[in-house]
């Protein structure tokens, strides 16, 4: 059964870091990109994050760069999600998304609740 399941959300101060995680179940993970996009009210959801099927070439939303760093761990079947100097316009909800390297496949996690406020 294919599943992404992330942790690591809650509240935070600005300025404060968290670090989000998402474990992969089910399907060939080193055969996927892997994904971090994020969703705040009222917005539409937009790609935060994206990690290369090795994790050797990454990019970023232009909001986000040089304080949010993607990472994977292809033995482990997981990925991260770093986050430094955290501001309020990154409060949102952050999905954990795999996309197979040839697009076969797109799947989903539930999401985990980012807060940042003082």
């Known amino acids: 059964q294919v599943q992404l399941v992330e942790s690591g959300g809650g509240l935070v101060q600005p300025g404060g870091s968290l670090r989000l995680s998402c474990a992969a179940f089910?399907?060939?993970?080193?055969?996927?990109?892997m994904n971090w996009y994020r969703q705040a009210p009222g917005k539409e959801r937009e790609l935060v994050a994206v990690a290369s099927s090795s994790g050797s070439s990454t990019n970023y939303a232009d909001s986000v760069k040089g304080r949010f760093t993607i990472s994977r761990d292809n033995v482990k079947n997981m990925v991260y999600l770093q986050m430094n100097t955290l501001k309020p316009e990154d409060t949102a909800v952050y999905y954990c998304?795999?996309?197979?390297?040839?697009?076969?496949?797109?799947?989903w996690g539930q999401g985990t609740q980012v807060t940042v406020s003082s």
């Open positions: 089910g399907f060939t993970f080193s055969s996927y990109l």
């Open positions: 998304n795999a996309r197979h390297i040839y697009g076969y496949n797109n799947y």
